[in-house]
């Protein structure tokens, strides 16, 4: 079973802080993704990376950065904490040779931010 | 304007209804269309892709409607187990998107 696994469930930080979220995959997956999901909006793509070393913007990536220097891990990161970026992260992963619309996600860290 | 737009719902049916869900999409040039489903407080798992052509898997029935620019998604015989909050996805310029879900409830 593919297996993503994420560095906390839950996580609280004080307006300003720098903040890194881990994401780990075990199955040597290409693609990787960070979302965030708010109430009545949905899932909303932060970054998405295909390869090491690489990352693309998604829809909001605004406050946010990302680092991929190995394959099997995506880090997001806040560069300064803001109230309005208090959300529900998921990461998520997908192979290039199967199913590239088959996303499987970790179980999410809940940011709060005070 | 959200790309993929659906009811939020909730629906609350009983045990063996049929119940029937529509998401409708903003993008003509989108390539493919998914269901997936979300657990109370767990992370989304893909349930099924949907084809014009129509795609069944046991008690789920998917459909794509390109002309209207619709996707369907009906449960026959619900189950407790269905309850769970259900996203309408678009392929997109190799991105998904997200719709922002359907509750659903069944209820003995």
């Known amino acids: 079973d593919v297996k993503v696994t994420q560095s906390s469930r839950y996580l609280v930080k004080r307006t300003g802080e720098k903040v890194f979220l881990e994401c780990v995959q075990d199955?040597?997956?290409?693609?990787m993704f960070w979302y965030r999901q708010d109430p009545g909006l949905g899932l909303r793509l932060i970054y998405f990376?295909?390869?090491?070393?690489?990352?693309e913007k998604g829809d909001i990536p605004e406050g946010y950065s990302v680092s991929r220097e190995k394959k099997e891990r995506f880090s997001l990161i806040l560069e300064s904490a803001s109230t309005n970026q208090t959300s529900m992260y998921l990461c998520?992963?997908?192979?290039?040779?199967?199913?590239?619309?088959?996303?499987?996600f970790g179980p999410g860290t809940r940011l709060t931010v005070t | 304007r959200k790309e993929v737009e659906q009811d939020p719902g909730p629906f609350n049916v009983p045990e063996g209804a049929t119940v029937a869900f529509n998401c409708t999409y903003s993008?003509?040039?989108?390539?493919?269309f998914f269901w997936y489903r979300q657990d109370c407080r767990k992370e989304p798992k893909l349930l099924m892709s949907?084809?014009?052509s129509g795609n069944e898997d046991g008690r789920f029935t998917a459909q794509l409607n390109r002309a209207s620019q619709y996707i369907s998604l009906l449960i026959r015989d619900s189950k407790l187990s269905d309850s769970a909050t259900y996203l309408c996805?678009?392929?997109?310029?190799?991105?998904?998107?997200f719709g922002a879900g359907t509750i659903l409830r069944v209820k003995s």
């Open positions: 996805v678009e392929e997109y310029g190799n991105k998904l998107v």
């Open positions: 993008n003509s040039a989108s390539q493919s």
């Open positions: 199955m040597d997956h290409e693609n």
């Open positions: 998520a992963s997908s192979s290039l040779a199967g199913k590239p619309f088959e996303q499987y």
């Open positions: 949907v084809y014009s």
């Open positions: 990376s295909y390869d090491v070393k690489m990352k």
